[in-house]
Structure formats: structure tokens, C-alpha cells
């Protein structure tokens, strides 16, 4: 029998969801579980986005133009400048979802071998898409003791060679919450320029910030423009995960071109999820609003509930609808596991993250979990209810000194 | 500003899609386009596709699993069992359209440097999906005037090194039409088992054989199971190229383990295209029937048509809906090109691929395009007047002794 490749080892499994057949086996045996594990917003899509597909009037489910439809990116062209994002519709490349554009700009922008330098904690698949390039994560610590704040200078240019080709943020942050401040990203922008690297930028969360802060996006950076490669997704912004939809977005016309060749290879973007991702742009103002306005609501519920469990600690995140907390446990990998297999209360139990997936220094984030708050505020009140009491049962419970 | 990487230099565009510009600039002139260039079918996707999608009911357009849902994956065991080919749900794998199901073929069993033999005229897009995961395909000639039979097994073996992991094949075969015998499959077969390789069989256009000689699947081999890696699509069998759902299927447990990590990384295949294709599956028979004879019709159409011109000649191809024809040219490429850019006829041309793209041998097919005839009869008619004019004024036109 043939091996596999080695890449195929080294591939991570993902955090999120290699636990999935635990909680598929929970809830075989009849127990409820919340899932605090998945950014999968339970709001409703737009409702324009939903008619636009049942409306679908074509005879043919054809291909669509390896770029994305024209007439979707001359829309987007729009709704980008909304956030002071100035780009033509050529700038635009259409990928299915995010997750593809990652992997294409890894594959047009890196060799295998090339390095790069990426926050951690940081989305786990980021890593995938790395190993699939055979690229090289070097990750630089951030803290929950410090709110996941970024380090200095000194500390990325440790870690920079004549290998290190790339910086990769996520802002707002998928896990942390985090978001970068104009001081941080200055510094970015001055790294990138000084070392003439790719700034890889994922802001798939921009339309949920909670605090005065401004977004600064990586394309509002002065004099790096040539080196910004924006990620961004519609999965968030209009609880549209399922239909792919993402975009690549760069001024750099050599990096456009080669990443046409990485669509042109994949044929197309989905067809169906262009159509709503279109329709979605003429979403009513209302929509975003209160989709916004309620998980200001759930931050506040989970943070608060989170750090009134005795033991438990988060910052308060002040973007995207995640966070990064520390449990009271000595494996948080196995306290994930034990809520799944082990426990329960009254018949449920919650599923979350085990941290230590969204680091690559080893240890990291062991005591940690990402908690994502996409369920009603109900929901989450229980869900808080019953992490405390497994917190009070768990057999490997570790208290701080 | 930074370099683009090597690969994303070497990866070809695609001989179907890079002409796509000029043709875009005809149909600006006002000239009618005949696009026999590329294989998306004219003809209607089944309407029970178009009314699940149209009859969705859900609130939220959610990430589905990233093996593709099970209801669908259940369905299509069914759906294989009417070929003959024996497989559980689990040993599917649903991947956002064949080109992913070959991406992740690769990226699981090849390391970079590992070598795939694949007999040439090839479809194109396998090149690249090598590039992208650092393998190398190693092409085995076969020519027009052998109607592209597989050589004999001698010609293997002399590509046959320990960097040598993998045969893949199409069958029936993009861009030839032709369809592997039984001979040929079994000779196939007993390299896989003495070499220990990988076989990858993409077998998409298994609906589409027209002559009496059994489709003879790499599933159909008996004593290689765990070798085999079936990559399949819905794009052509239900005129669904857009929704952008294929499969991989392989009794081997461990490249399924490997494949759903990158699947995992990828998050989910599209959900509504899954539920447009699992609709699919209920298309009446009369469906099937229709687009069937259709396709013999053309076929016909086609190939008399061409073989009608003088100083043309196509072999007549066994299944899918594509010929490889040789004409009277310098150089098919050039000649493609004069067809979009200079030449029209009563102000309509036609657009072919030029076959030169379907090889790697530096020169083969050089005088040789790929036609689909994926158009209504009438138009593949006067798509065929049209190819004659221009063969009669094209000044770079060379006839053979």
C-alpha cells in the first residue's frame, strides 16, 4: 500500500472540528451541547440574500468567470469604500471563501521553505494552508496577561532572515478578539517596508468592532501598498458560511496575475454563492445593526459570566465574536474532551476549543479555550451555567497559587 | 516590492480560459463568438436541481460538514452502485468540484519531487494541480494517429523510478474522448500492483460513452482497492459546472484521514450546490436519456463535420464530448488567435483551445486543437462553416505532402 505524503502527516488536524465526533456521540446518547467550539453565527442570513437564491432564474447552473462575477466586484468596489478601502474591481479576486484565498496567496507569494511571521494564538488553519504551501509558520507570542496586545519591534525582527518572506495578522482576531491599534499597525507597516515583505491581512470580522477604536485595515497602510494582500469572506458578515464566498484583494498586479492561474486551474467560484453574496450587499441597514447590536449584547454576557466563574479569566475582546479564555484545568485539550465524553448536567454540556490548536509553541495555551459567542444570549447563560459546574466536577481542576 | 514564488511563475495558464480575453474583445467588436473551446454543456441542468435550490427553506446559510453532507453521501452510494462500483458513505468524500478532489489527491499521497505518469494529451488543469503540490508529472505519449491508445506497458516502465508514485488517467478521457479498453485498464492495473502507485481515475464523464465497449472503472480492478483514487463531478453530468461539487472516493483509510485534514482546512464544500446535487440524483431517467442522444447526435455532427474539411482530421472519439482534431496550421495557437483577432466570417468566428496546452512534450500538438461540442447542432453546423473559411484564409496554413 502506498504512503501518504508527508505533508498529509504533518497537516494539522483542525481544533475546531476534530472533536466533532465526540459531540456527534454526545448527542447520540441524548445529551444537549452547546456548541461554544464554531464561528458559525446562528443569526439569519439576509433575507435579500435567501430570496435572491430562491429566485435563481437560469437554465443553466453554468461556470462562472474564473475571477468572480465582474458585476459582484463592481458592487463590492462599493461597499469597500465605505471603509475608506479604495479599489477597482480588477483588484478583486473572487475565492471560495476565505480559507481558498489564504491558500492561493501562500502558493503565489511563497516558496516552500519561505517564512511567516504570524501572532499566535492564530487560526488554526492558517498553519494548514502554510504546510500546504510548504511555507513555514514562525509564530511571535502574544499573552492573555497582556490582552494579546502585540510585541514590540524588537521581538518580530528576532525572528526575521533571508528566508522570512511575509507578516500574516487577522484584525479583528479570530481567537483572541483583538484588535490592532493604529501604534501596531504602524509598526507592522514600517517591518513590512523596511524588510520589503507581503502583508498578508485577514479582516473577515471588520463589521464587528465594539469599541471607539477605528479599523485600521492593511490597505489604509501608506507606502505598502504593492505588498498588502487583503483575505476577507462574506461567512461572517452576513451568516453566509455555507455558500464560499471569499475574496483576495492586492494593488500588486504580479500577485493578481499569479493567482489567477490558482483560479484558472479550480475553474471557478461557486455560482449559487455569488449570487447571494451579490445580493447581500443591498442589505438592508437595519440588518447589520441589530446583528451588530446583538452580539454587543453577548459580549458583554459571556465576558461577564466567563470571568465571574471562579478560576476562569478572558480579556474583553473588542472585535469579531470570539474569545480567548484560561480555565482552571490542567489540560484544557482533555477538559474539552472529558465535557464531551464524561460529563454532563441535567442531560447537556458545552463544546469549545482547546487553545492549544491556535498556538505552535509548544505548551502554549494549554490552560486555554477559544469560545466563540455565536448563540442566543439565553443559550450562553446556560452554556456559562454548565462550564461552571463541569469547572466544579473536572477531576484534573488546577488552581492558581 | 516582493517576488512572486517560482511556482506561481510556473504554473500554466489555462489553454481553455487564457484566450478568453481576446474573445471577450471580439464580442466587443460586435463578432459572434462560437466558443468550442470549453466544456460547459449548453444543455439545461436538470429541473429538479433548480427547484431545490429554489425551494430552499433555510434562515441561515450554514457551514455544512467538511466531508459533504452524509444524506448526500449516502444517496450517491446508490448512484455508484448502478456502475458497478461498491462503495460505503465513508469512503466519500465531497470536495468543491473535481479540481479540489485532485489538488487534495495530490497534496495527500505526493511528496514535492514525487513523479505521476499520465498519458499525454492530458487535461491541462492536472499540470497544474501538480505544480501546486510540487510534484511532477512525467507524460506518456499517445498520439492522433494511434486514435490516443495507451502504448505498451515497455513505455511505462522506462518513466518508471523511485520518485514514480502515482498513474493517473481520465477516462473517458478529456481532451481525446477516448475510452481505456479492458486490455488496456488491466495493463493499467497490474503496473499499479508490481509498482506499488497510486492510481487516480477521474472518471467524470462516465455518463457519456457511445460506442458498445463496457466503461471499465478503476474501481472495476480487483486487487489494487487500496491504490485506487476515484475523483468525480457532477459539472458535467448535470450540466452543473457552477455549483461546484465533486467527489473523491478511495477504499484507503489513510488518504482519507489526510484528505480530511485538508478538507478540515477548508472548512466546508458548498451548500447549496450539495443540495442542488444530491436533487440531482432524482433526475428522471428520460433526463439522462436526452442528454445522451444529444451528445451522439453532435458527436456525429462533429466529427463528420470536421473530417469533411479538407486537411482536417479527427479520430472519433468513445465518450465524453470533447475530440482532439489535427488541421492544416503552422501553429494551433496562433491560429486560435487569428480566429478571435483578425479573421471573422459575416462577422462570426470561433474559438477553439489549442492543444499544444494539453501536452508537456515541447512541439506535440502543435497543429492540433481540442473542440467540445458542448453547442446545438445548428450551431456546431455553421461553427463548422466557420472553421472551414478560416482554415481557407488563415496565411499561416500548412498542407501536408
Known sequence: MPQISVRGLEM??????KLAPLATAAKNRGIKVYHLNIGQPDLPTPKVAIDAIRNIDREILEYSPSQGYLGYRKKLVNYYKKYNINVSPDDIIITCGGSEAVLFAFMSCLNPGDEIIVPEPAYANYMAFAISAGAKIRTIATTIDEGFSLPKVEKFEELINDRTRAILICNPNNPTGYLYTRREMNQIRDLVKKYDLYLFSDEVYREYIYTGSPYISACHLEGI????VLIDSVSKRYSECGIRIGA???KNLDVRQAVMKFC??????????QIAAEASLDVPEEYSRSVYDE????????IDGLNRIPGVYSPIPMGAFYTVAKLPVDDSEKFCRWCLETFNYEGETVMMAPASGFYTTPGAG????????VLKKEDLIRALFILRKALETYPGRVDEE
Not at 484558472?264 to 454563492?273: F, N
Not at 494549554?366 to 459567542?373: D, E, K, P, S
Open 248 to 250: 483576495l484583494i492586492t
Open 264 to 273: 484558472q486551474a479550480r475553474l471557478s467560484p461557486p455560482l449559487i454563492g
Open 12 to 17: 494539522p488536524e483542525s481544533p475546531i472540528r
Open 366 to 373: 494549554y490552560n486555554q479555550v477559544r469560545i466563540a459567542y
Open 225 to 228: 501598498e504593492q505588498n498588502v
Open 295 to 302: 452580539y454587543v449584547e453577548r459580549r458583554k454576557c459571556l
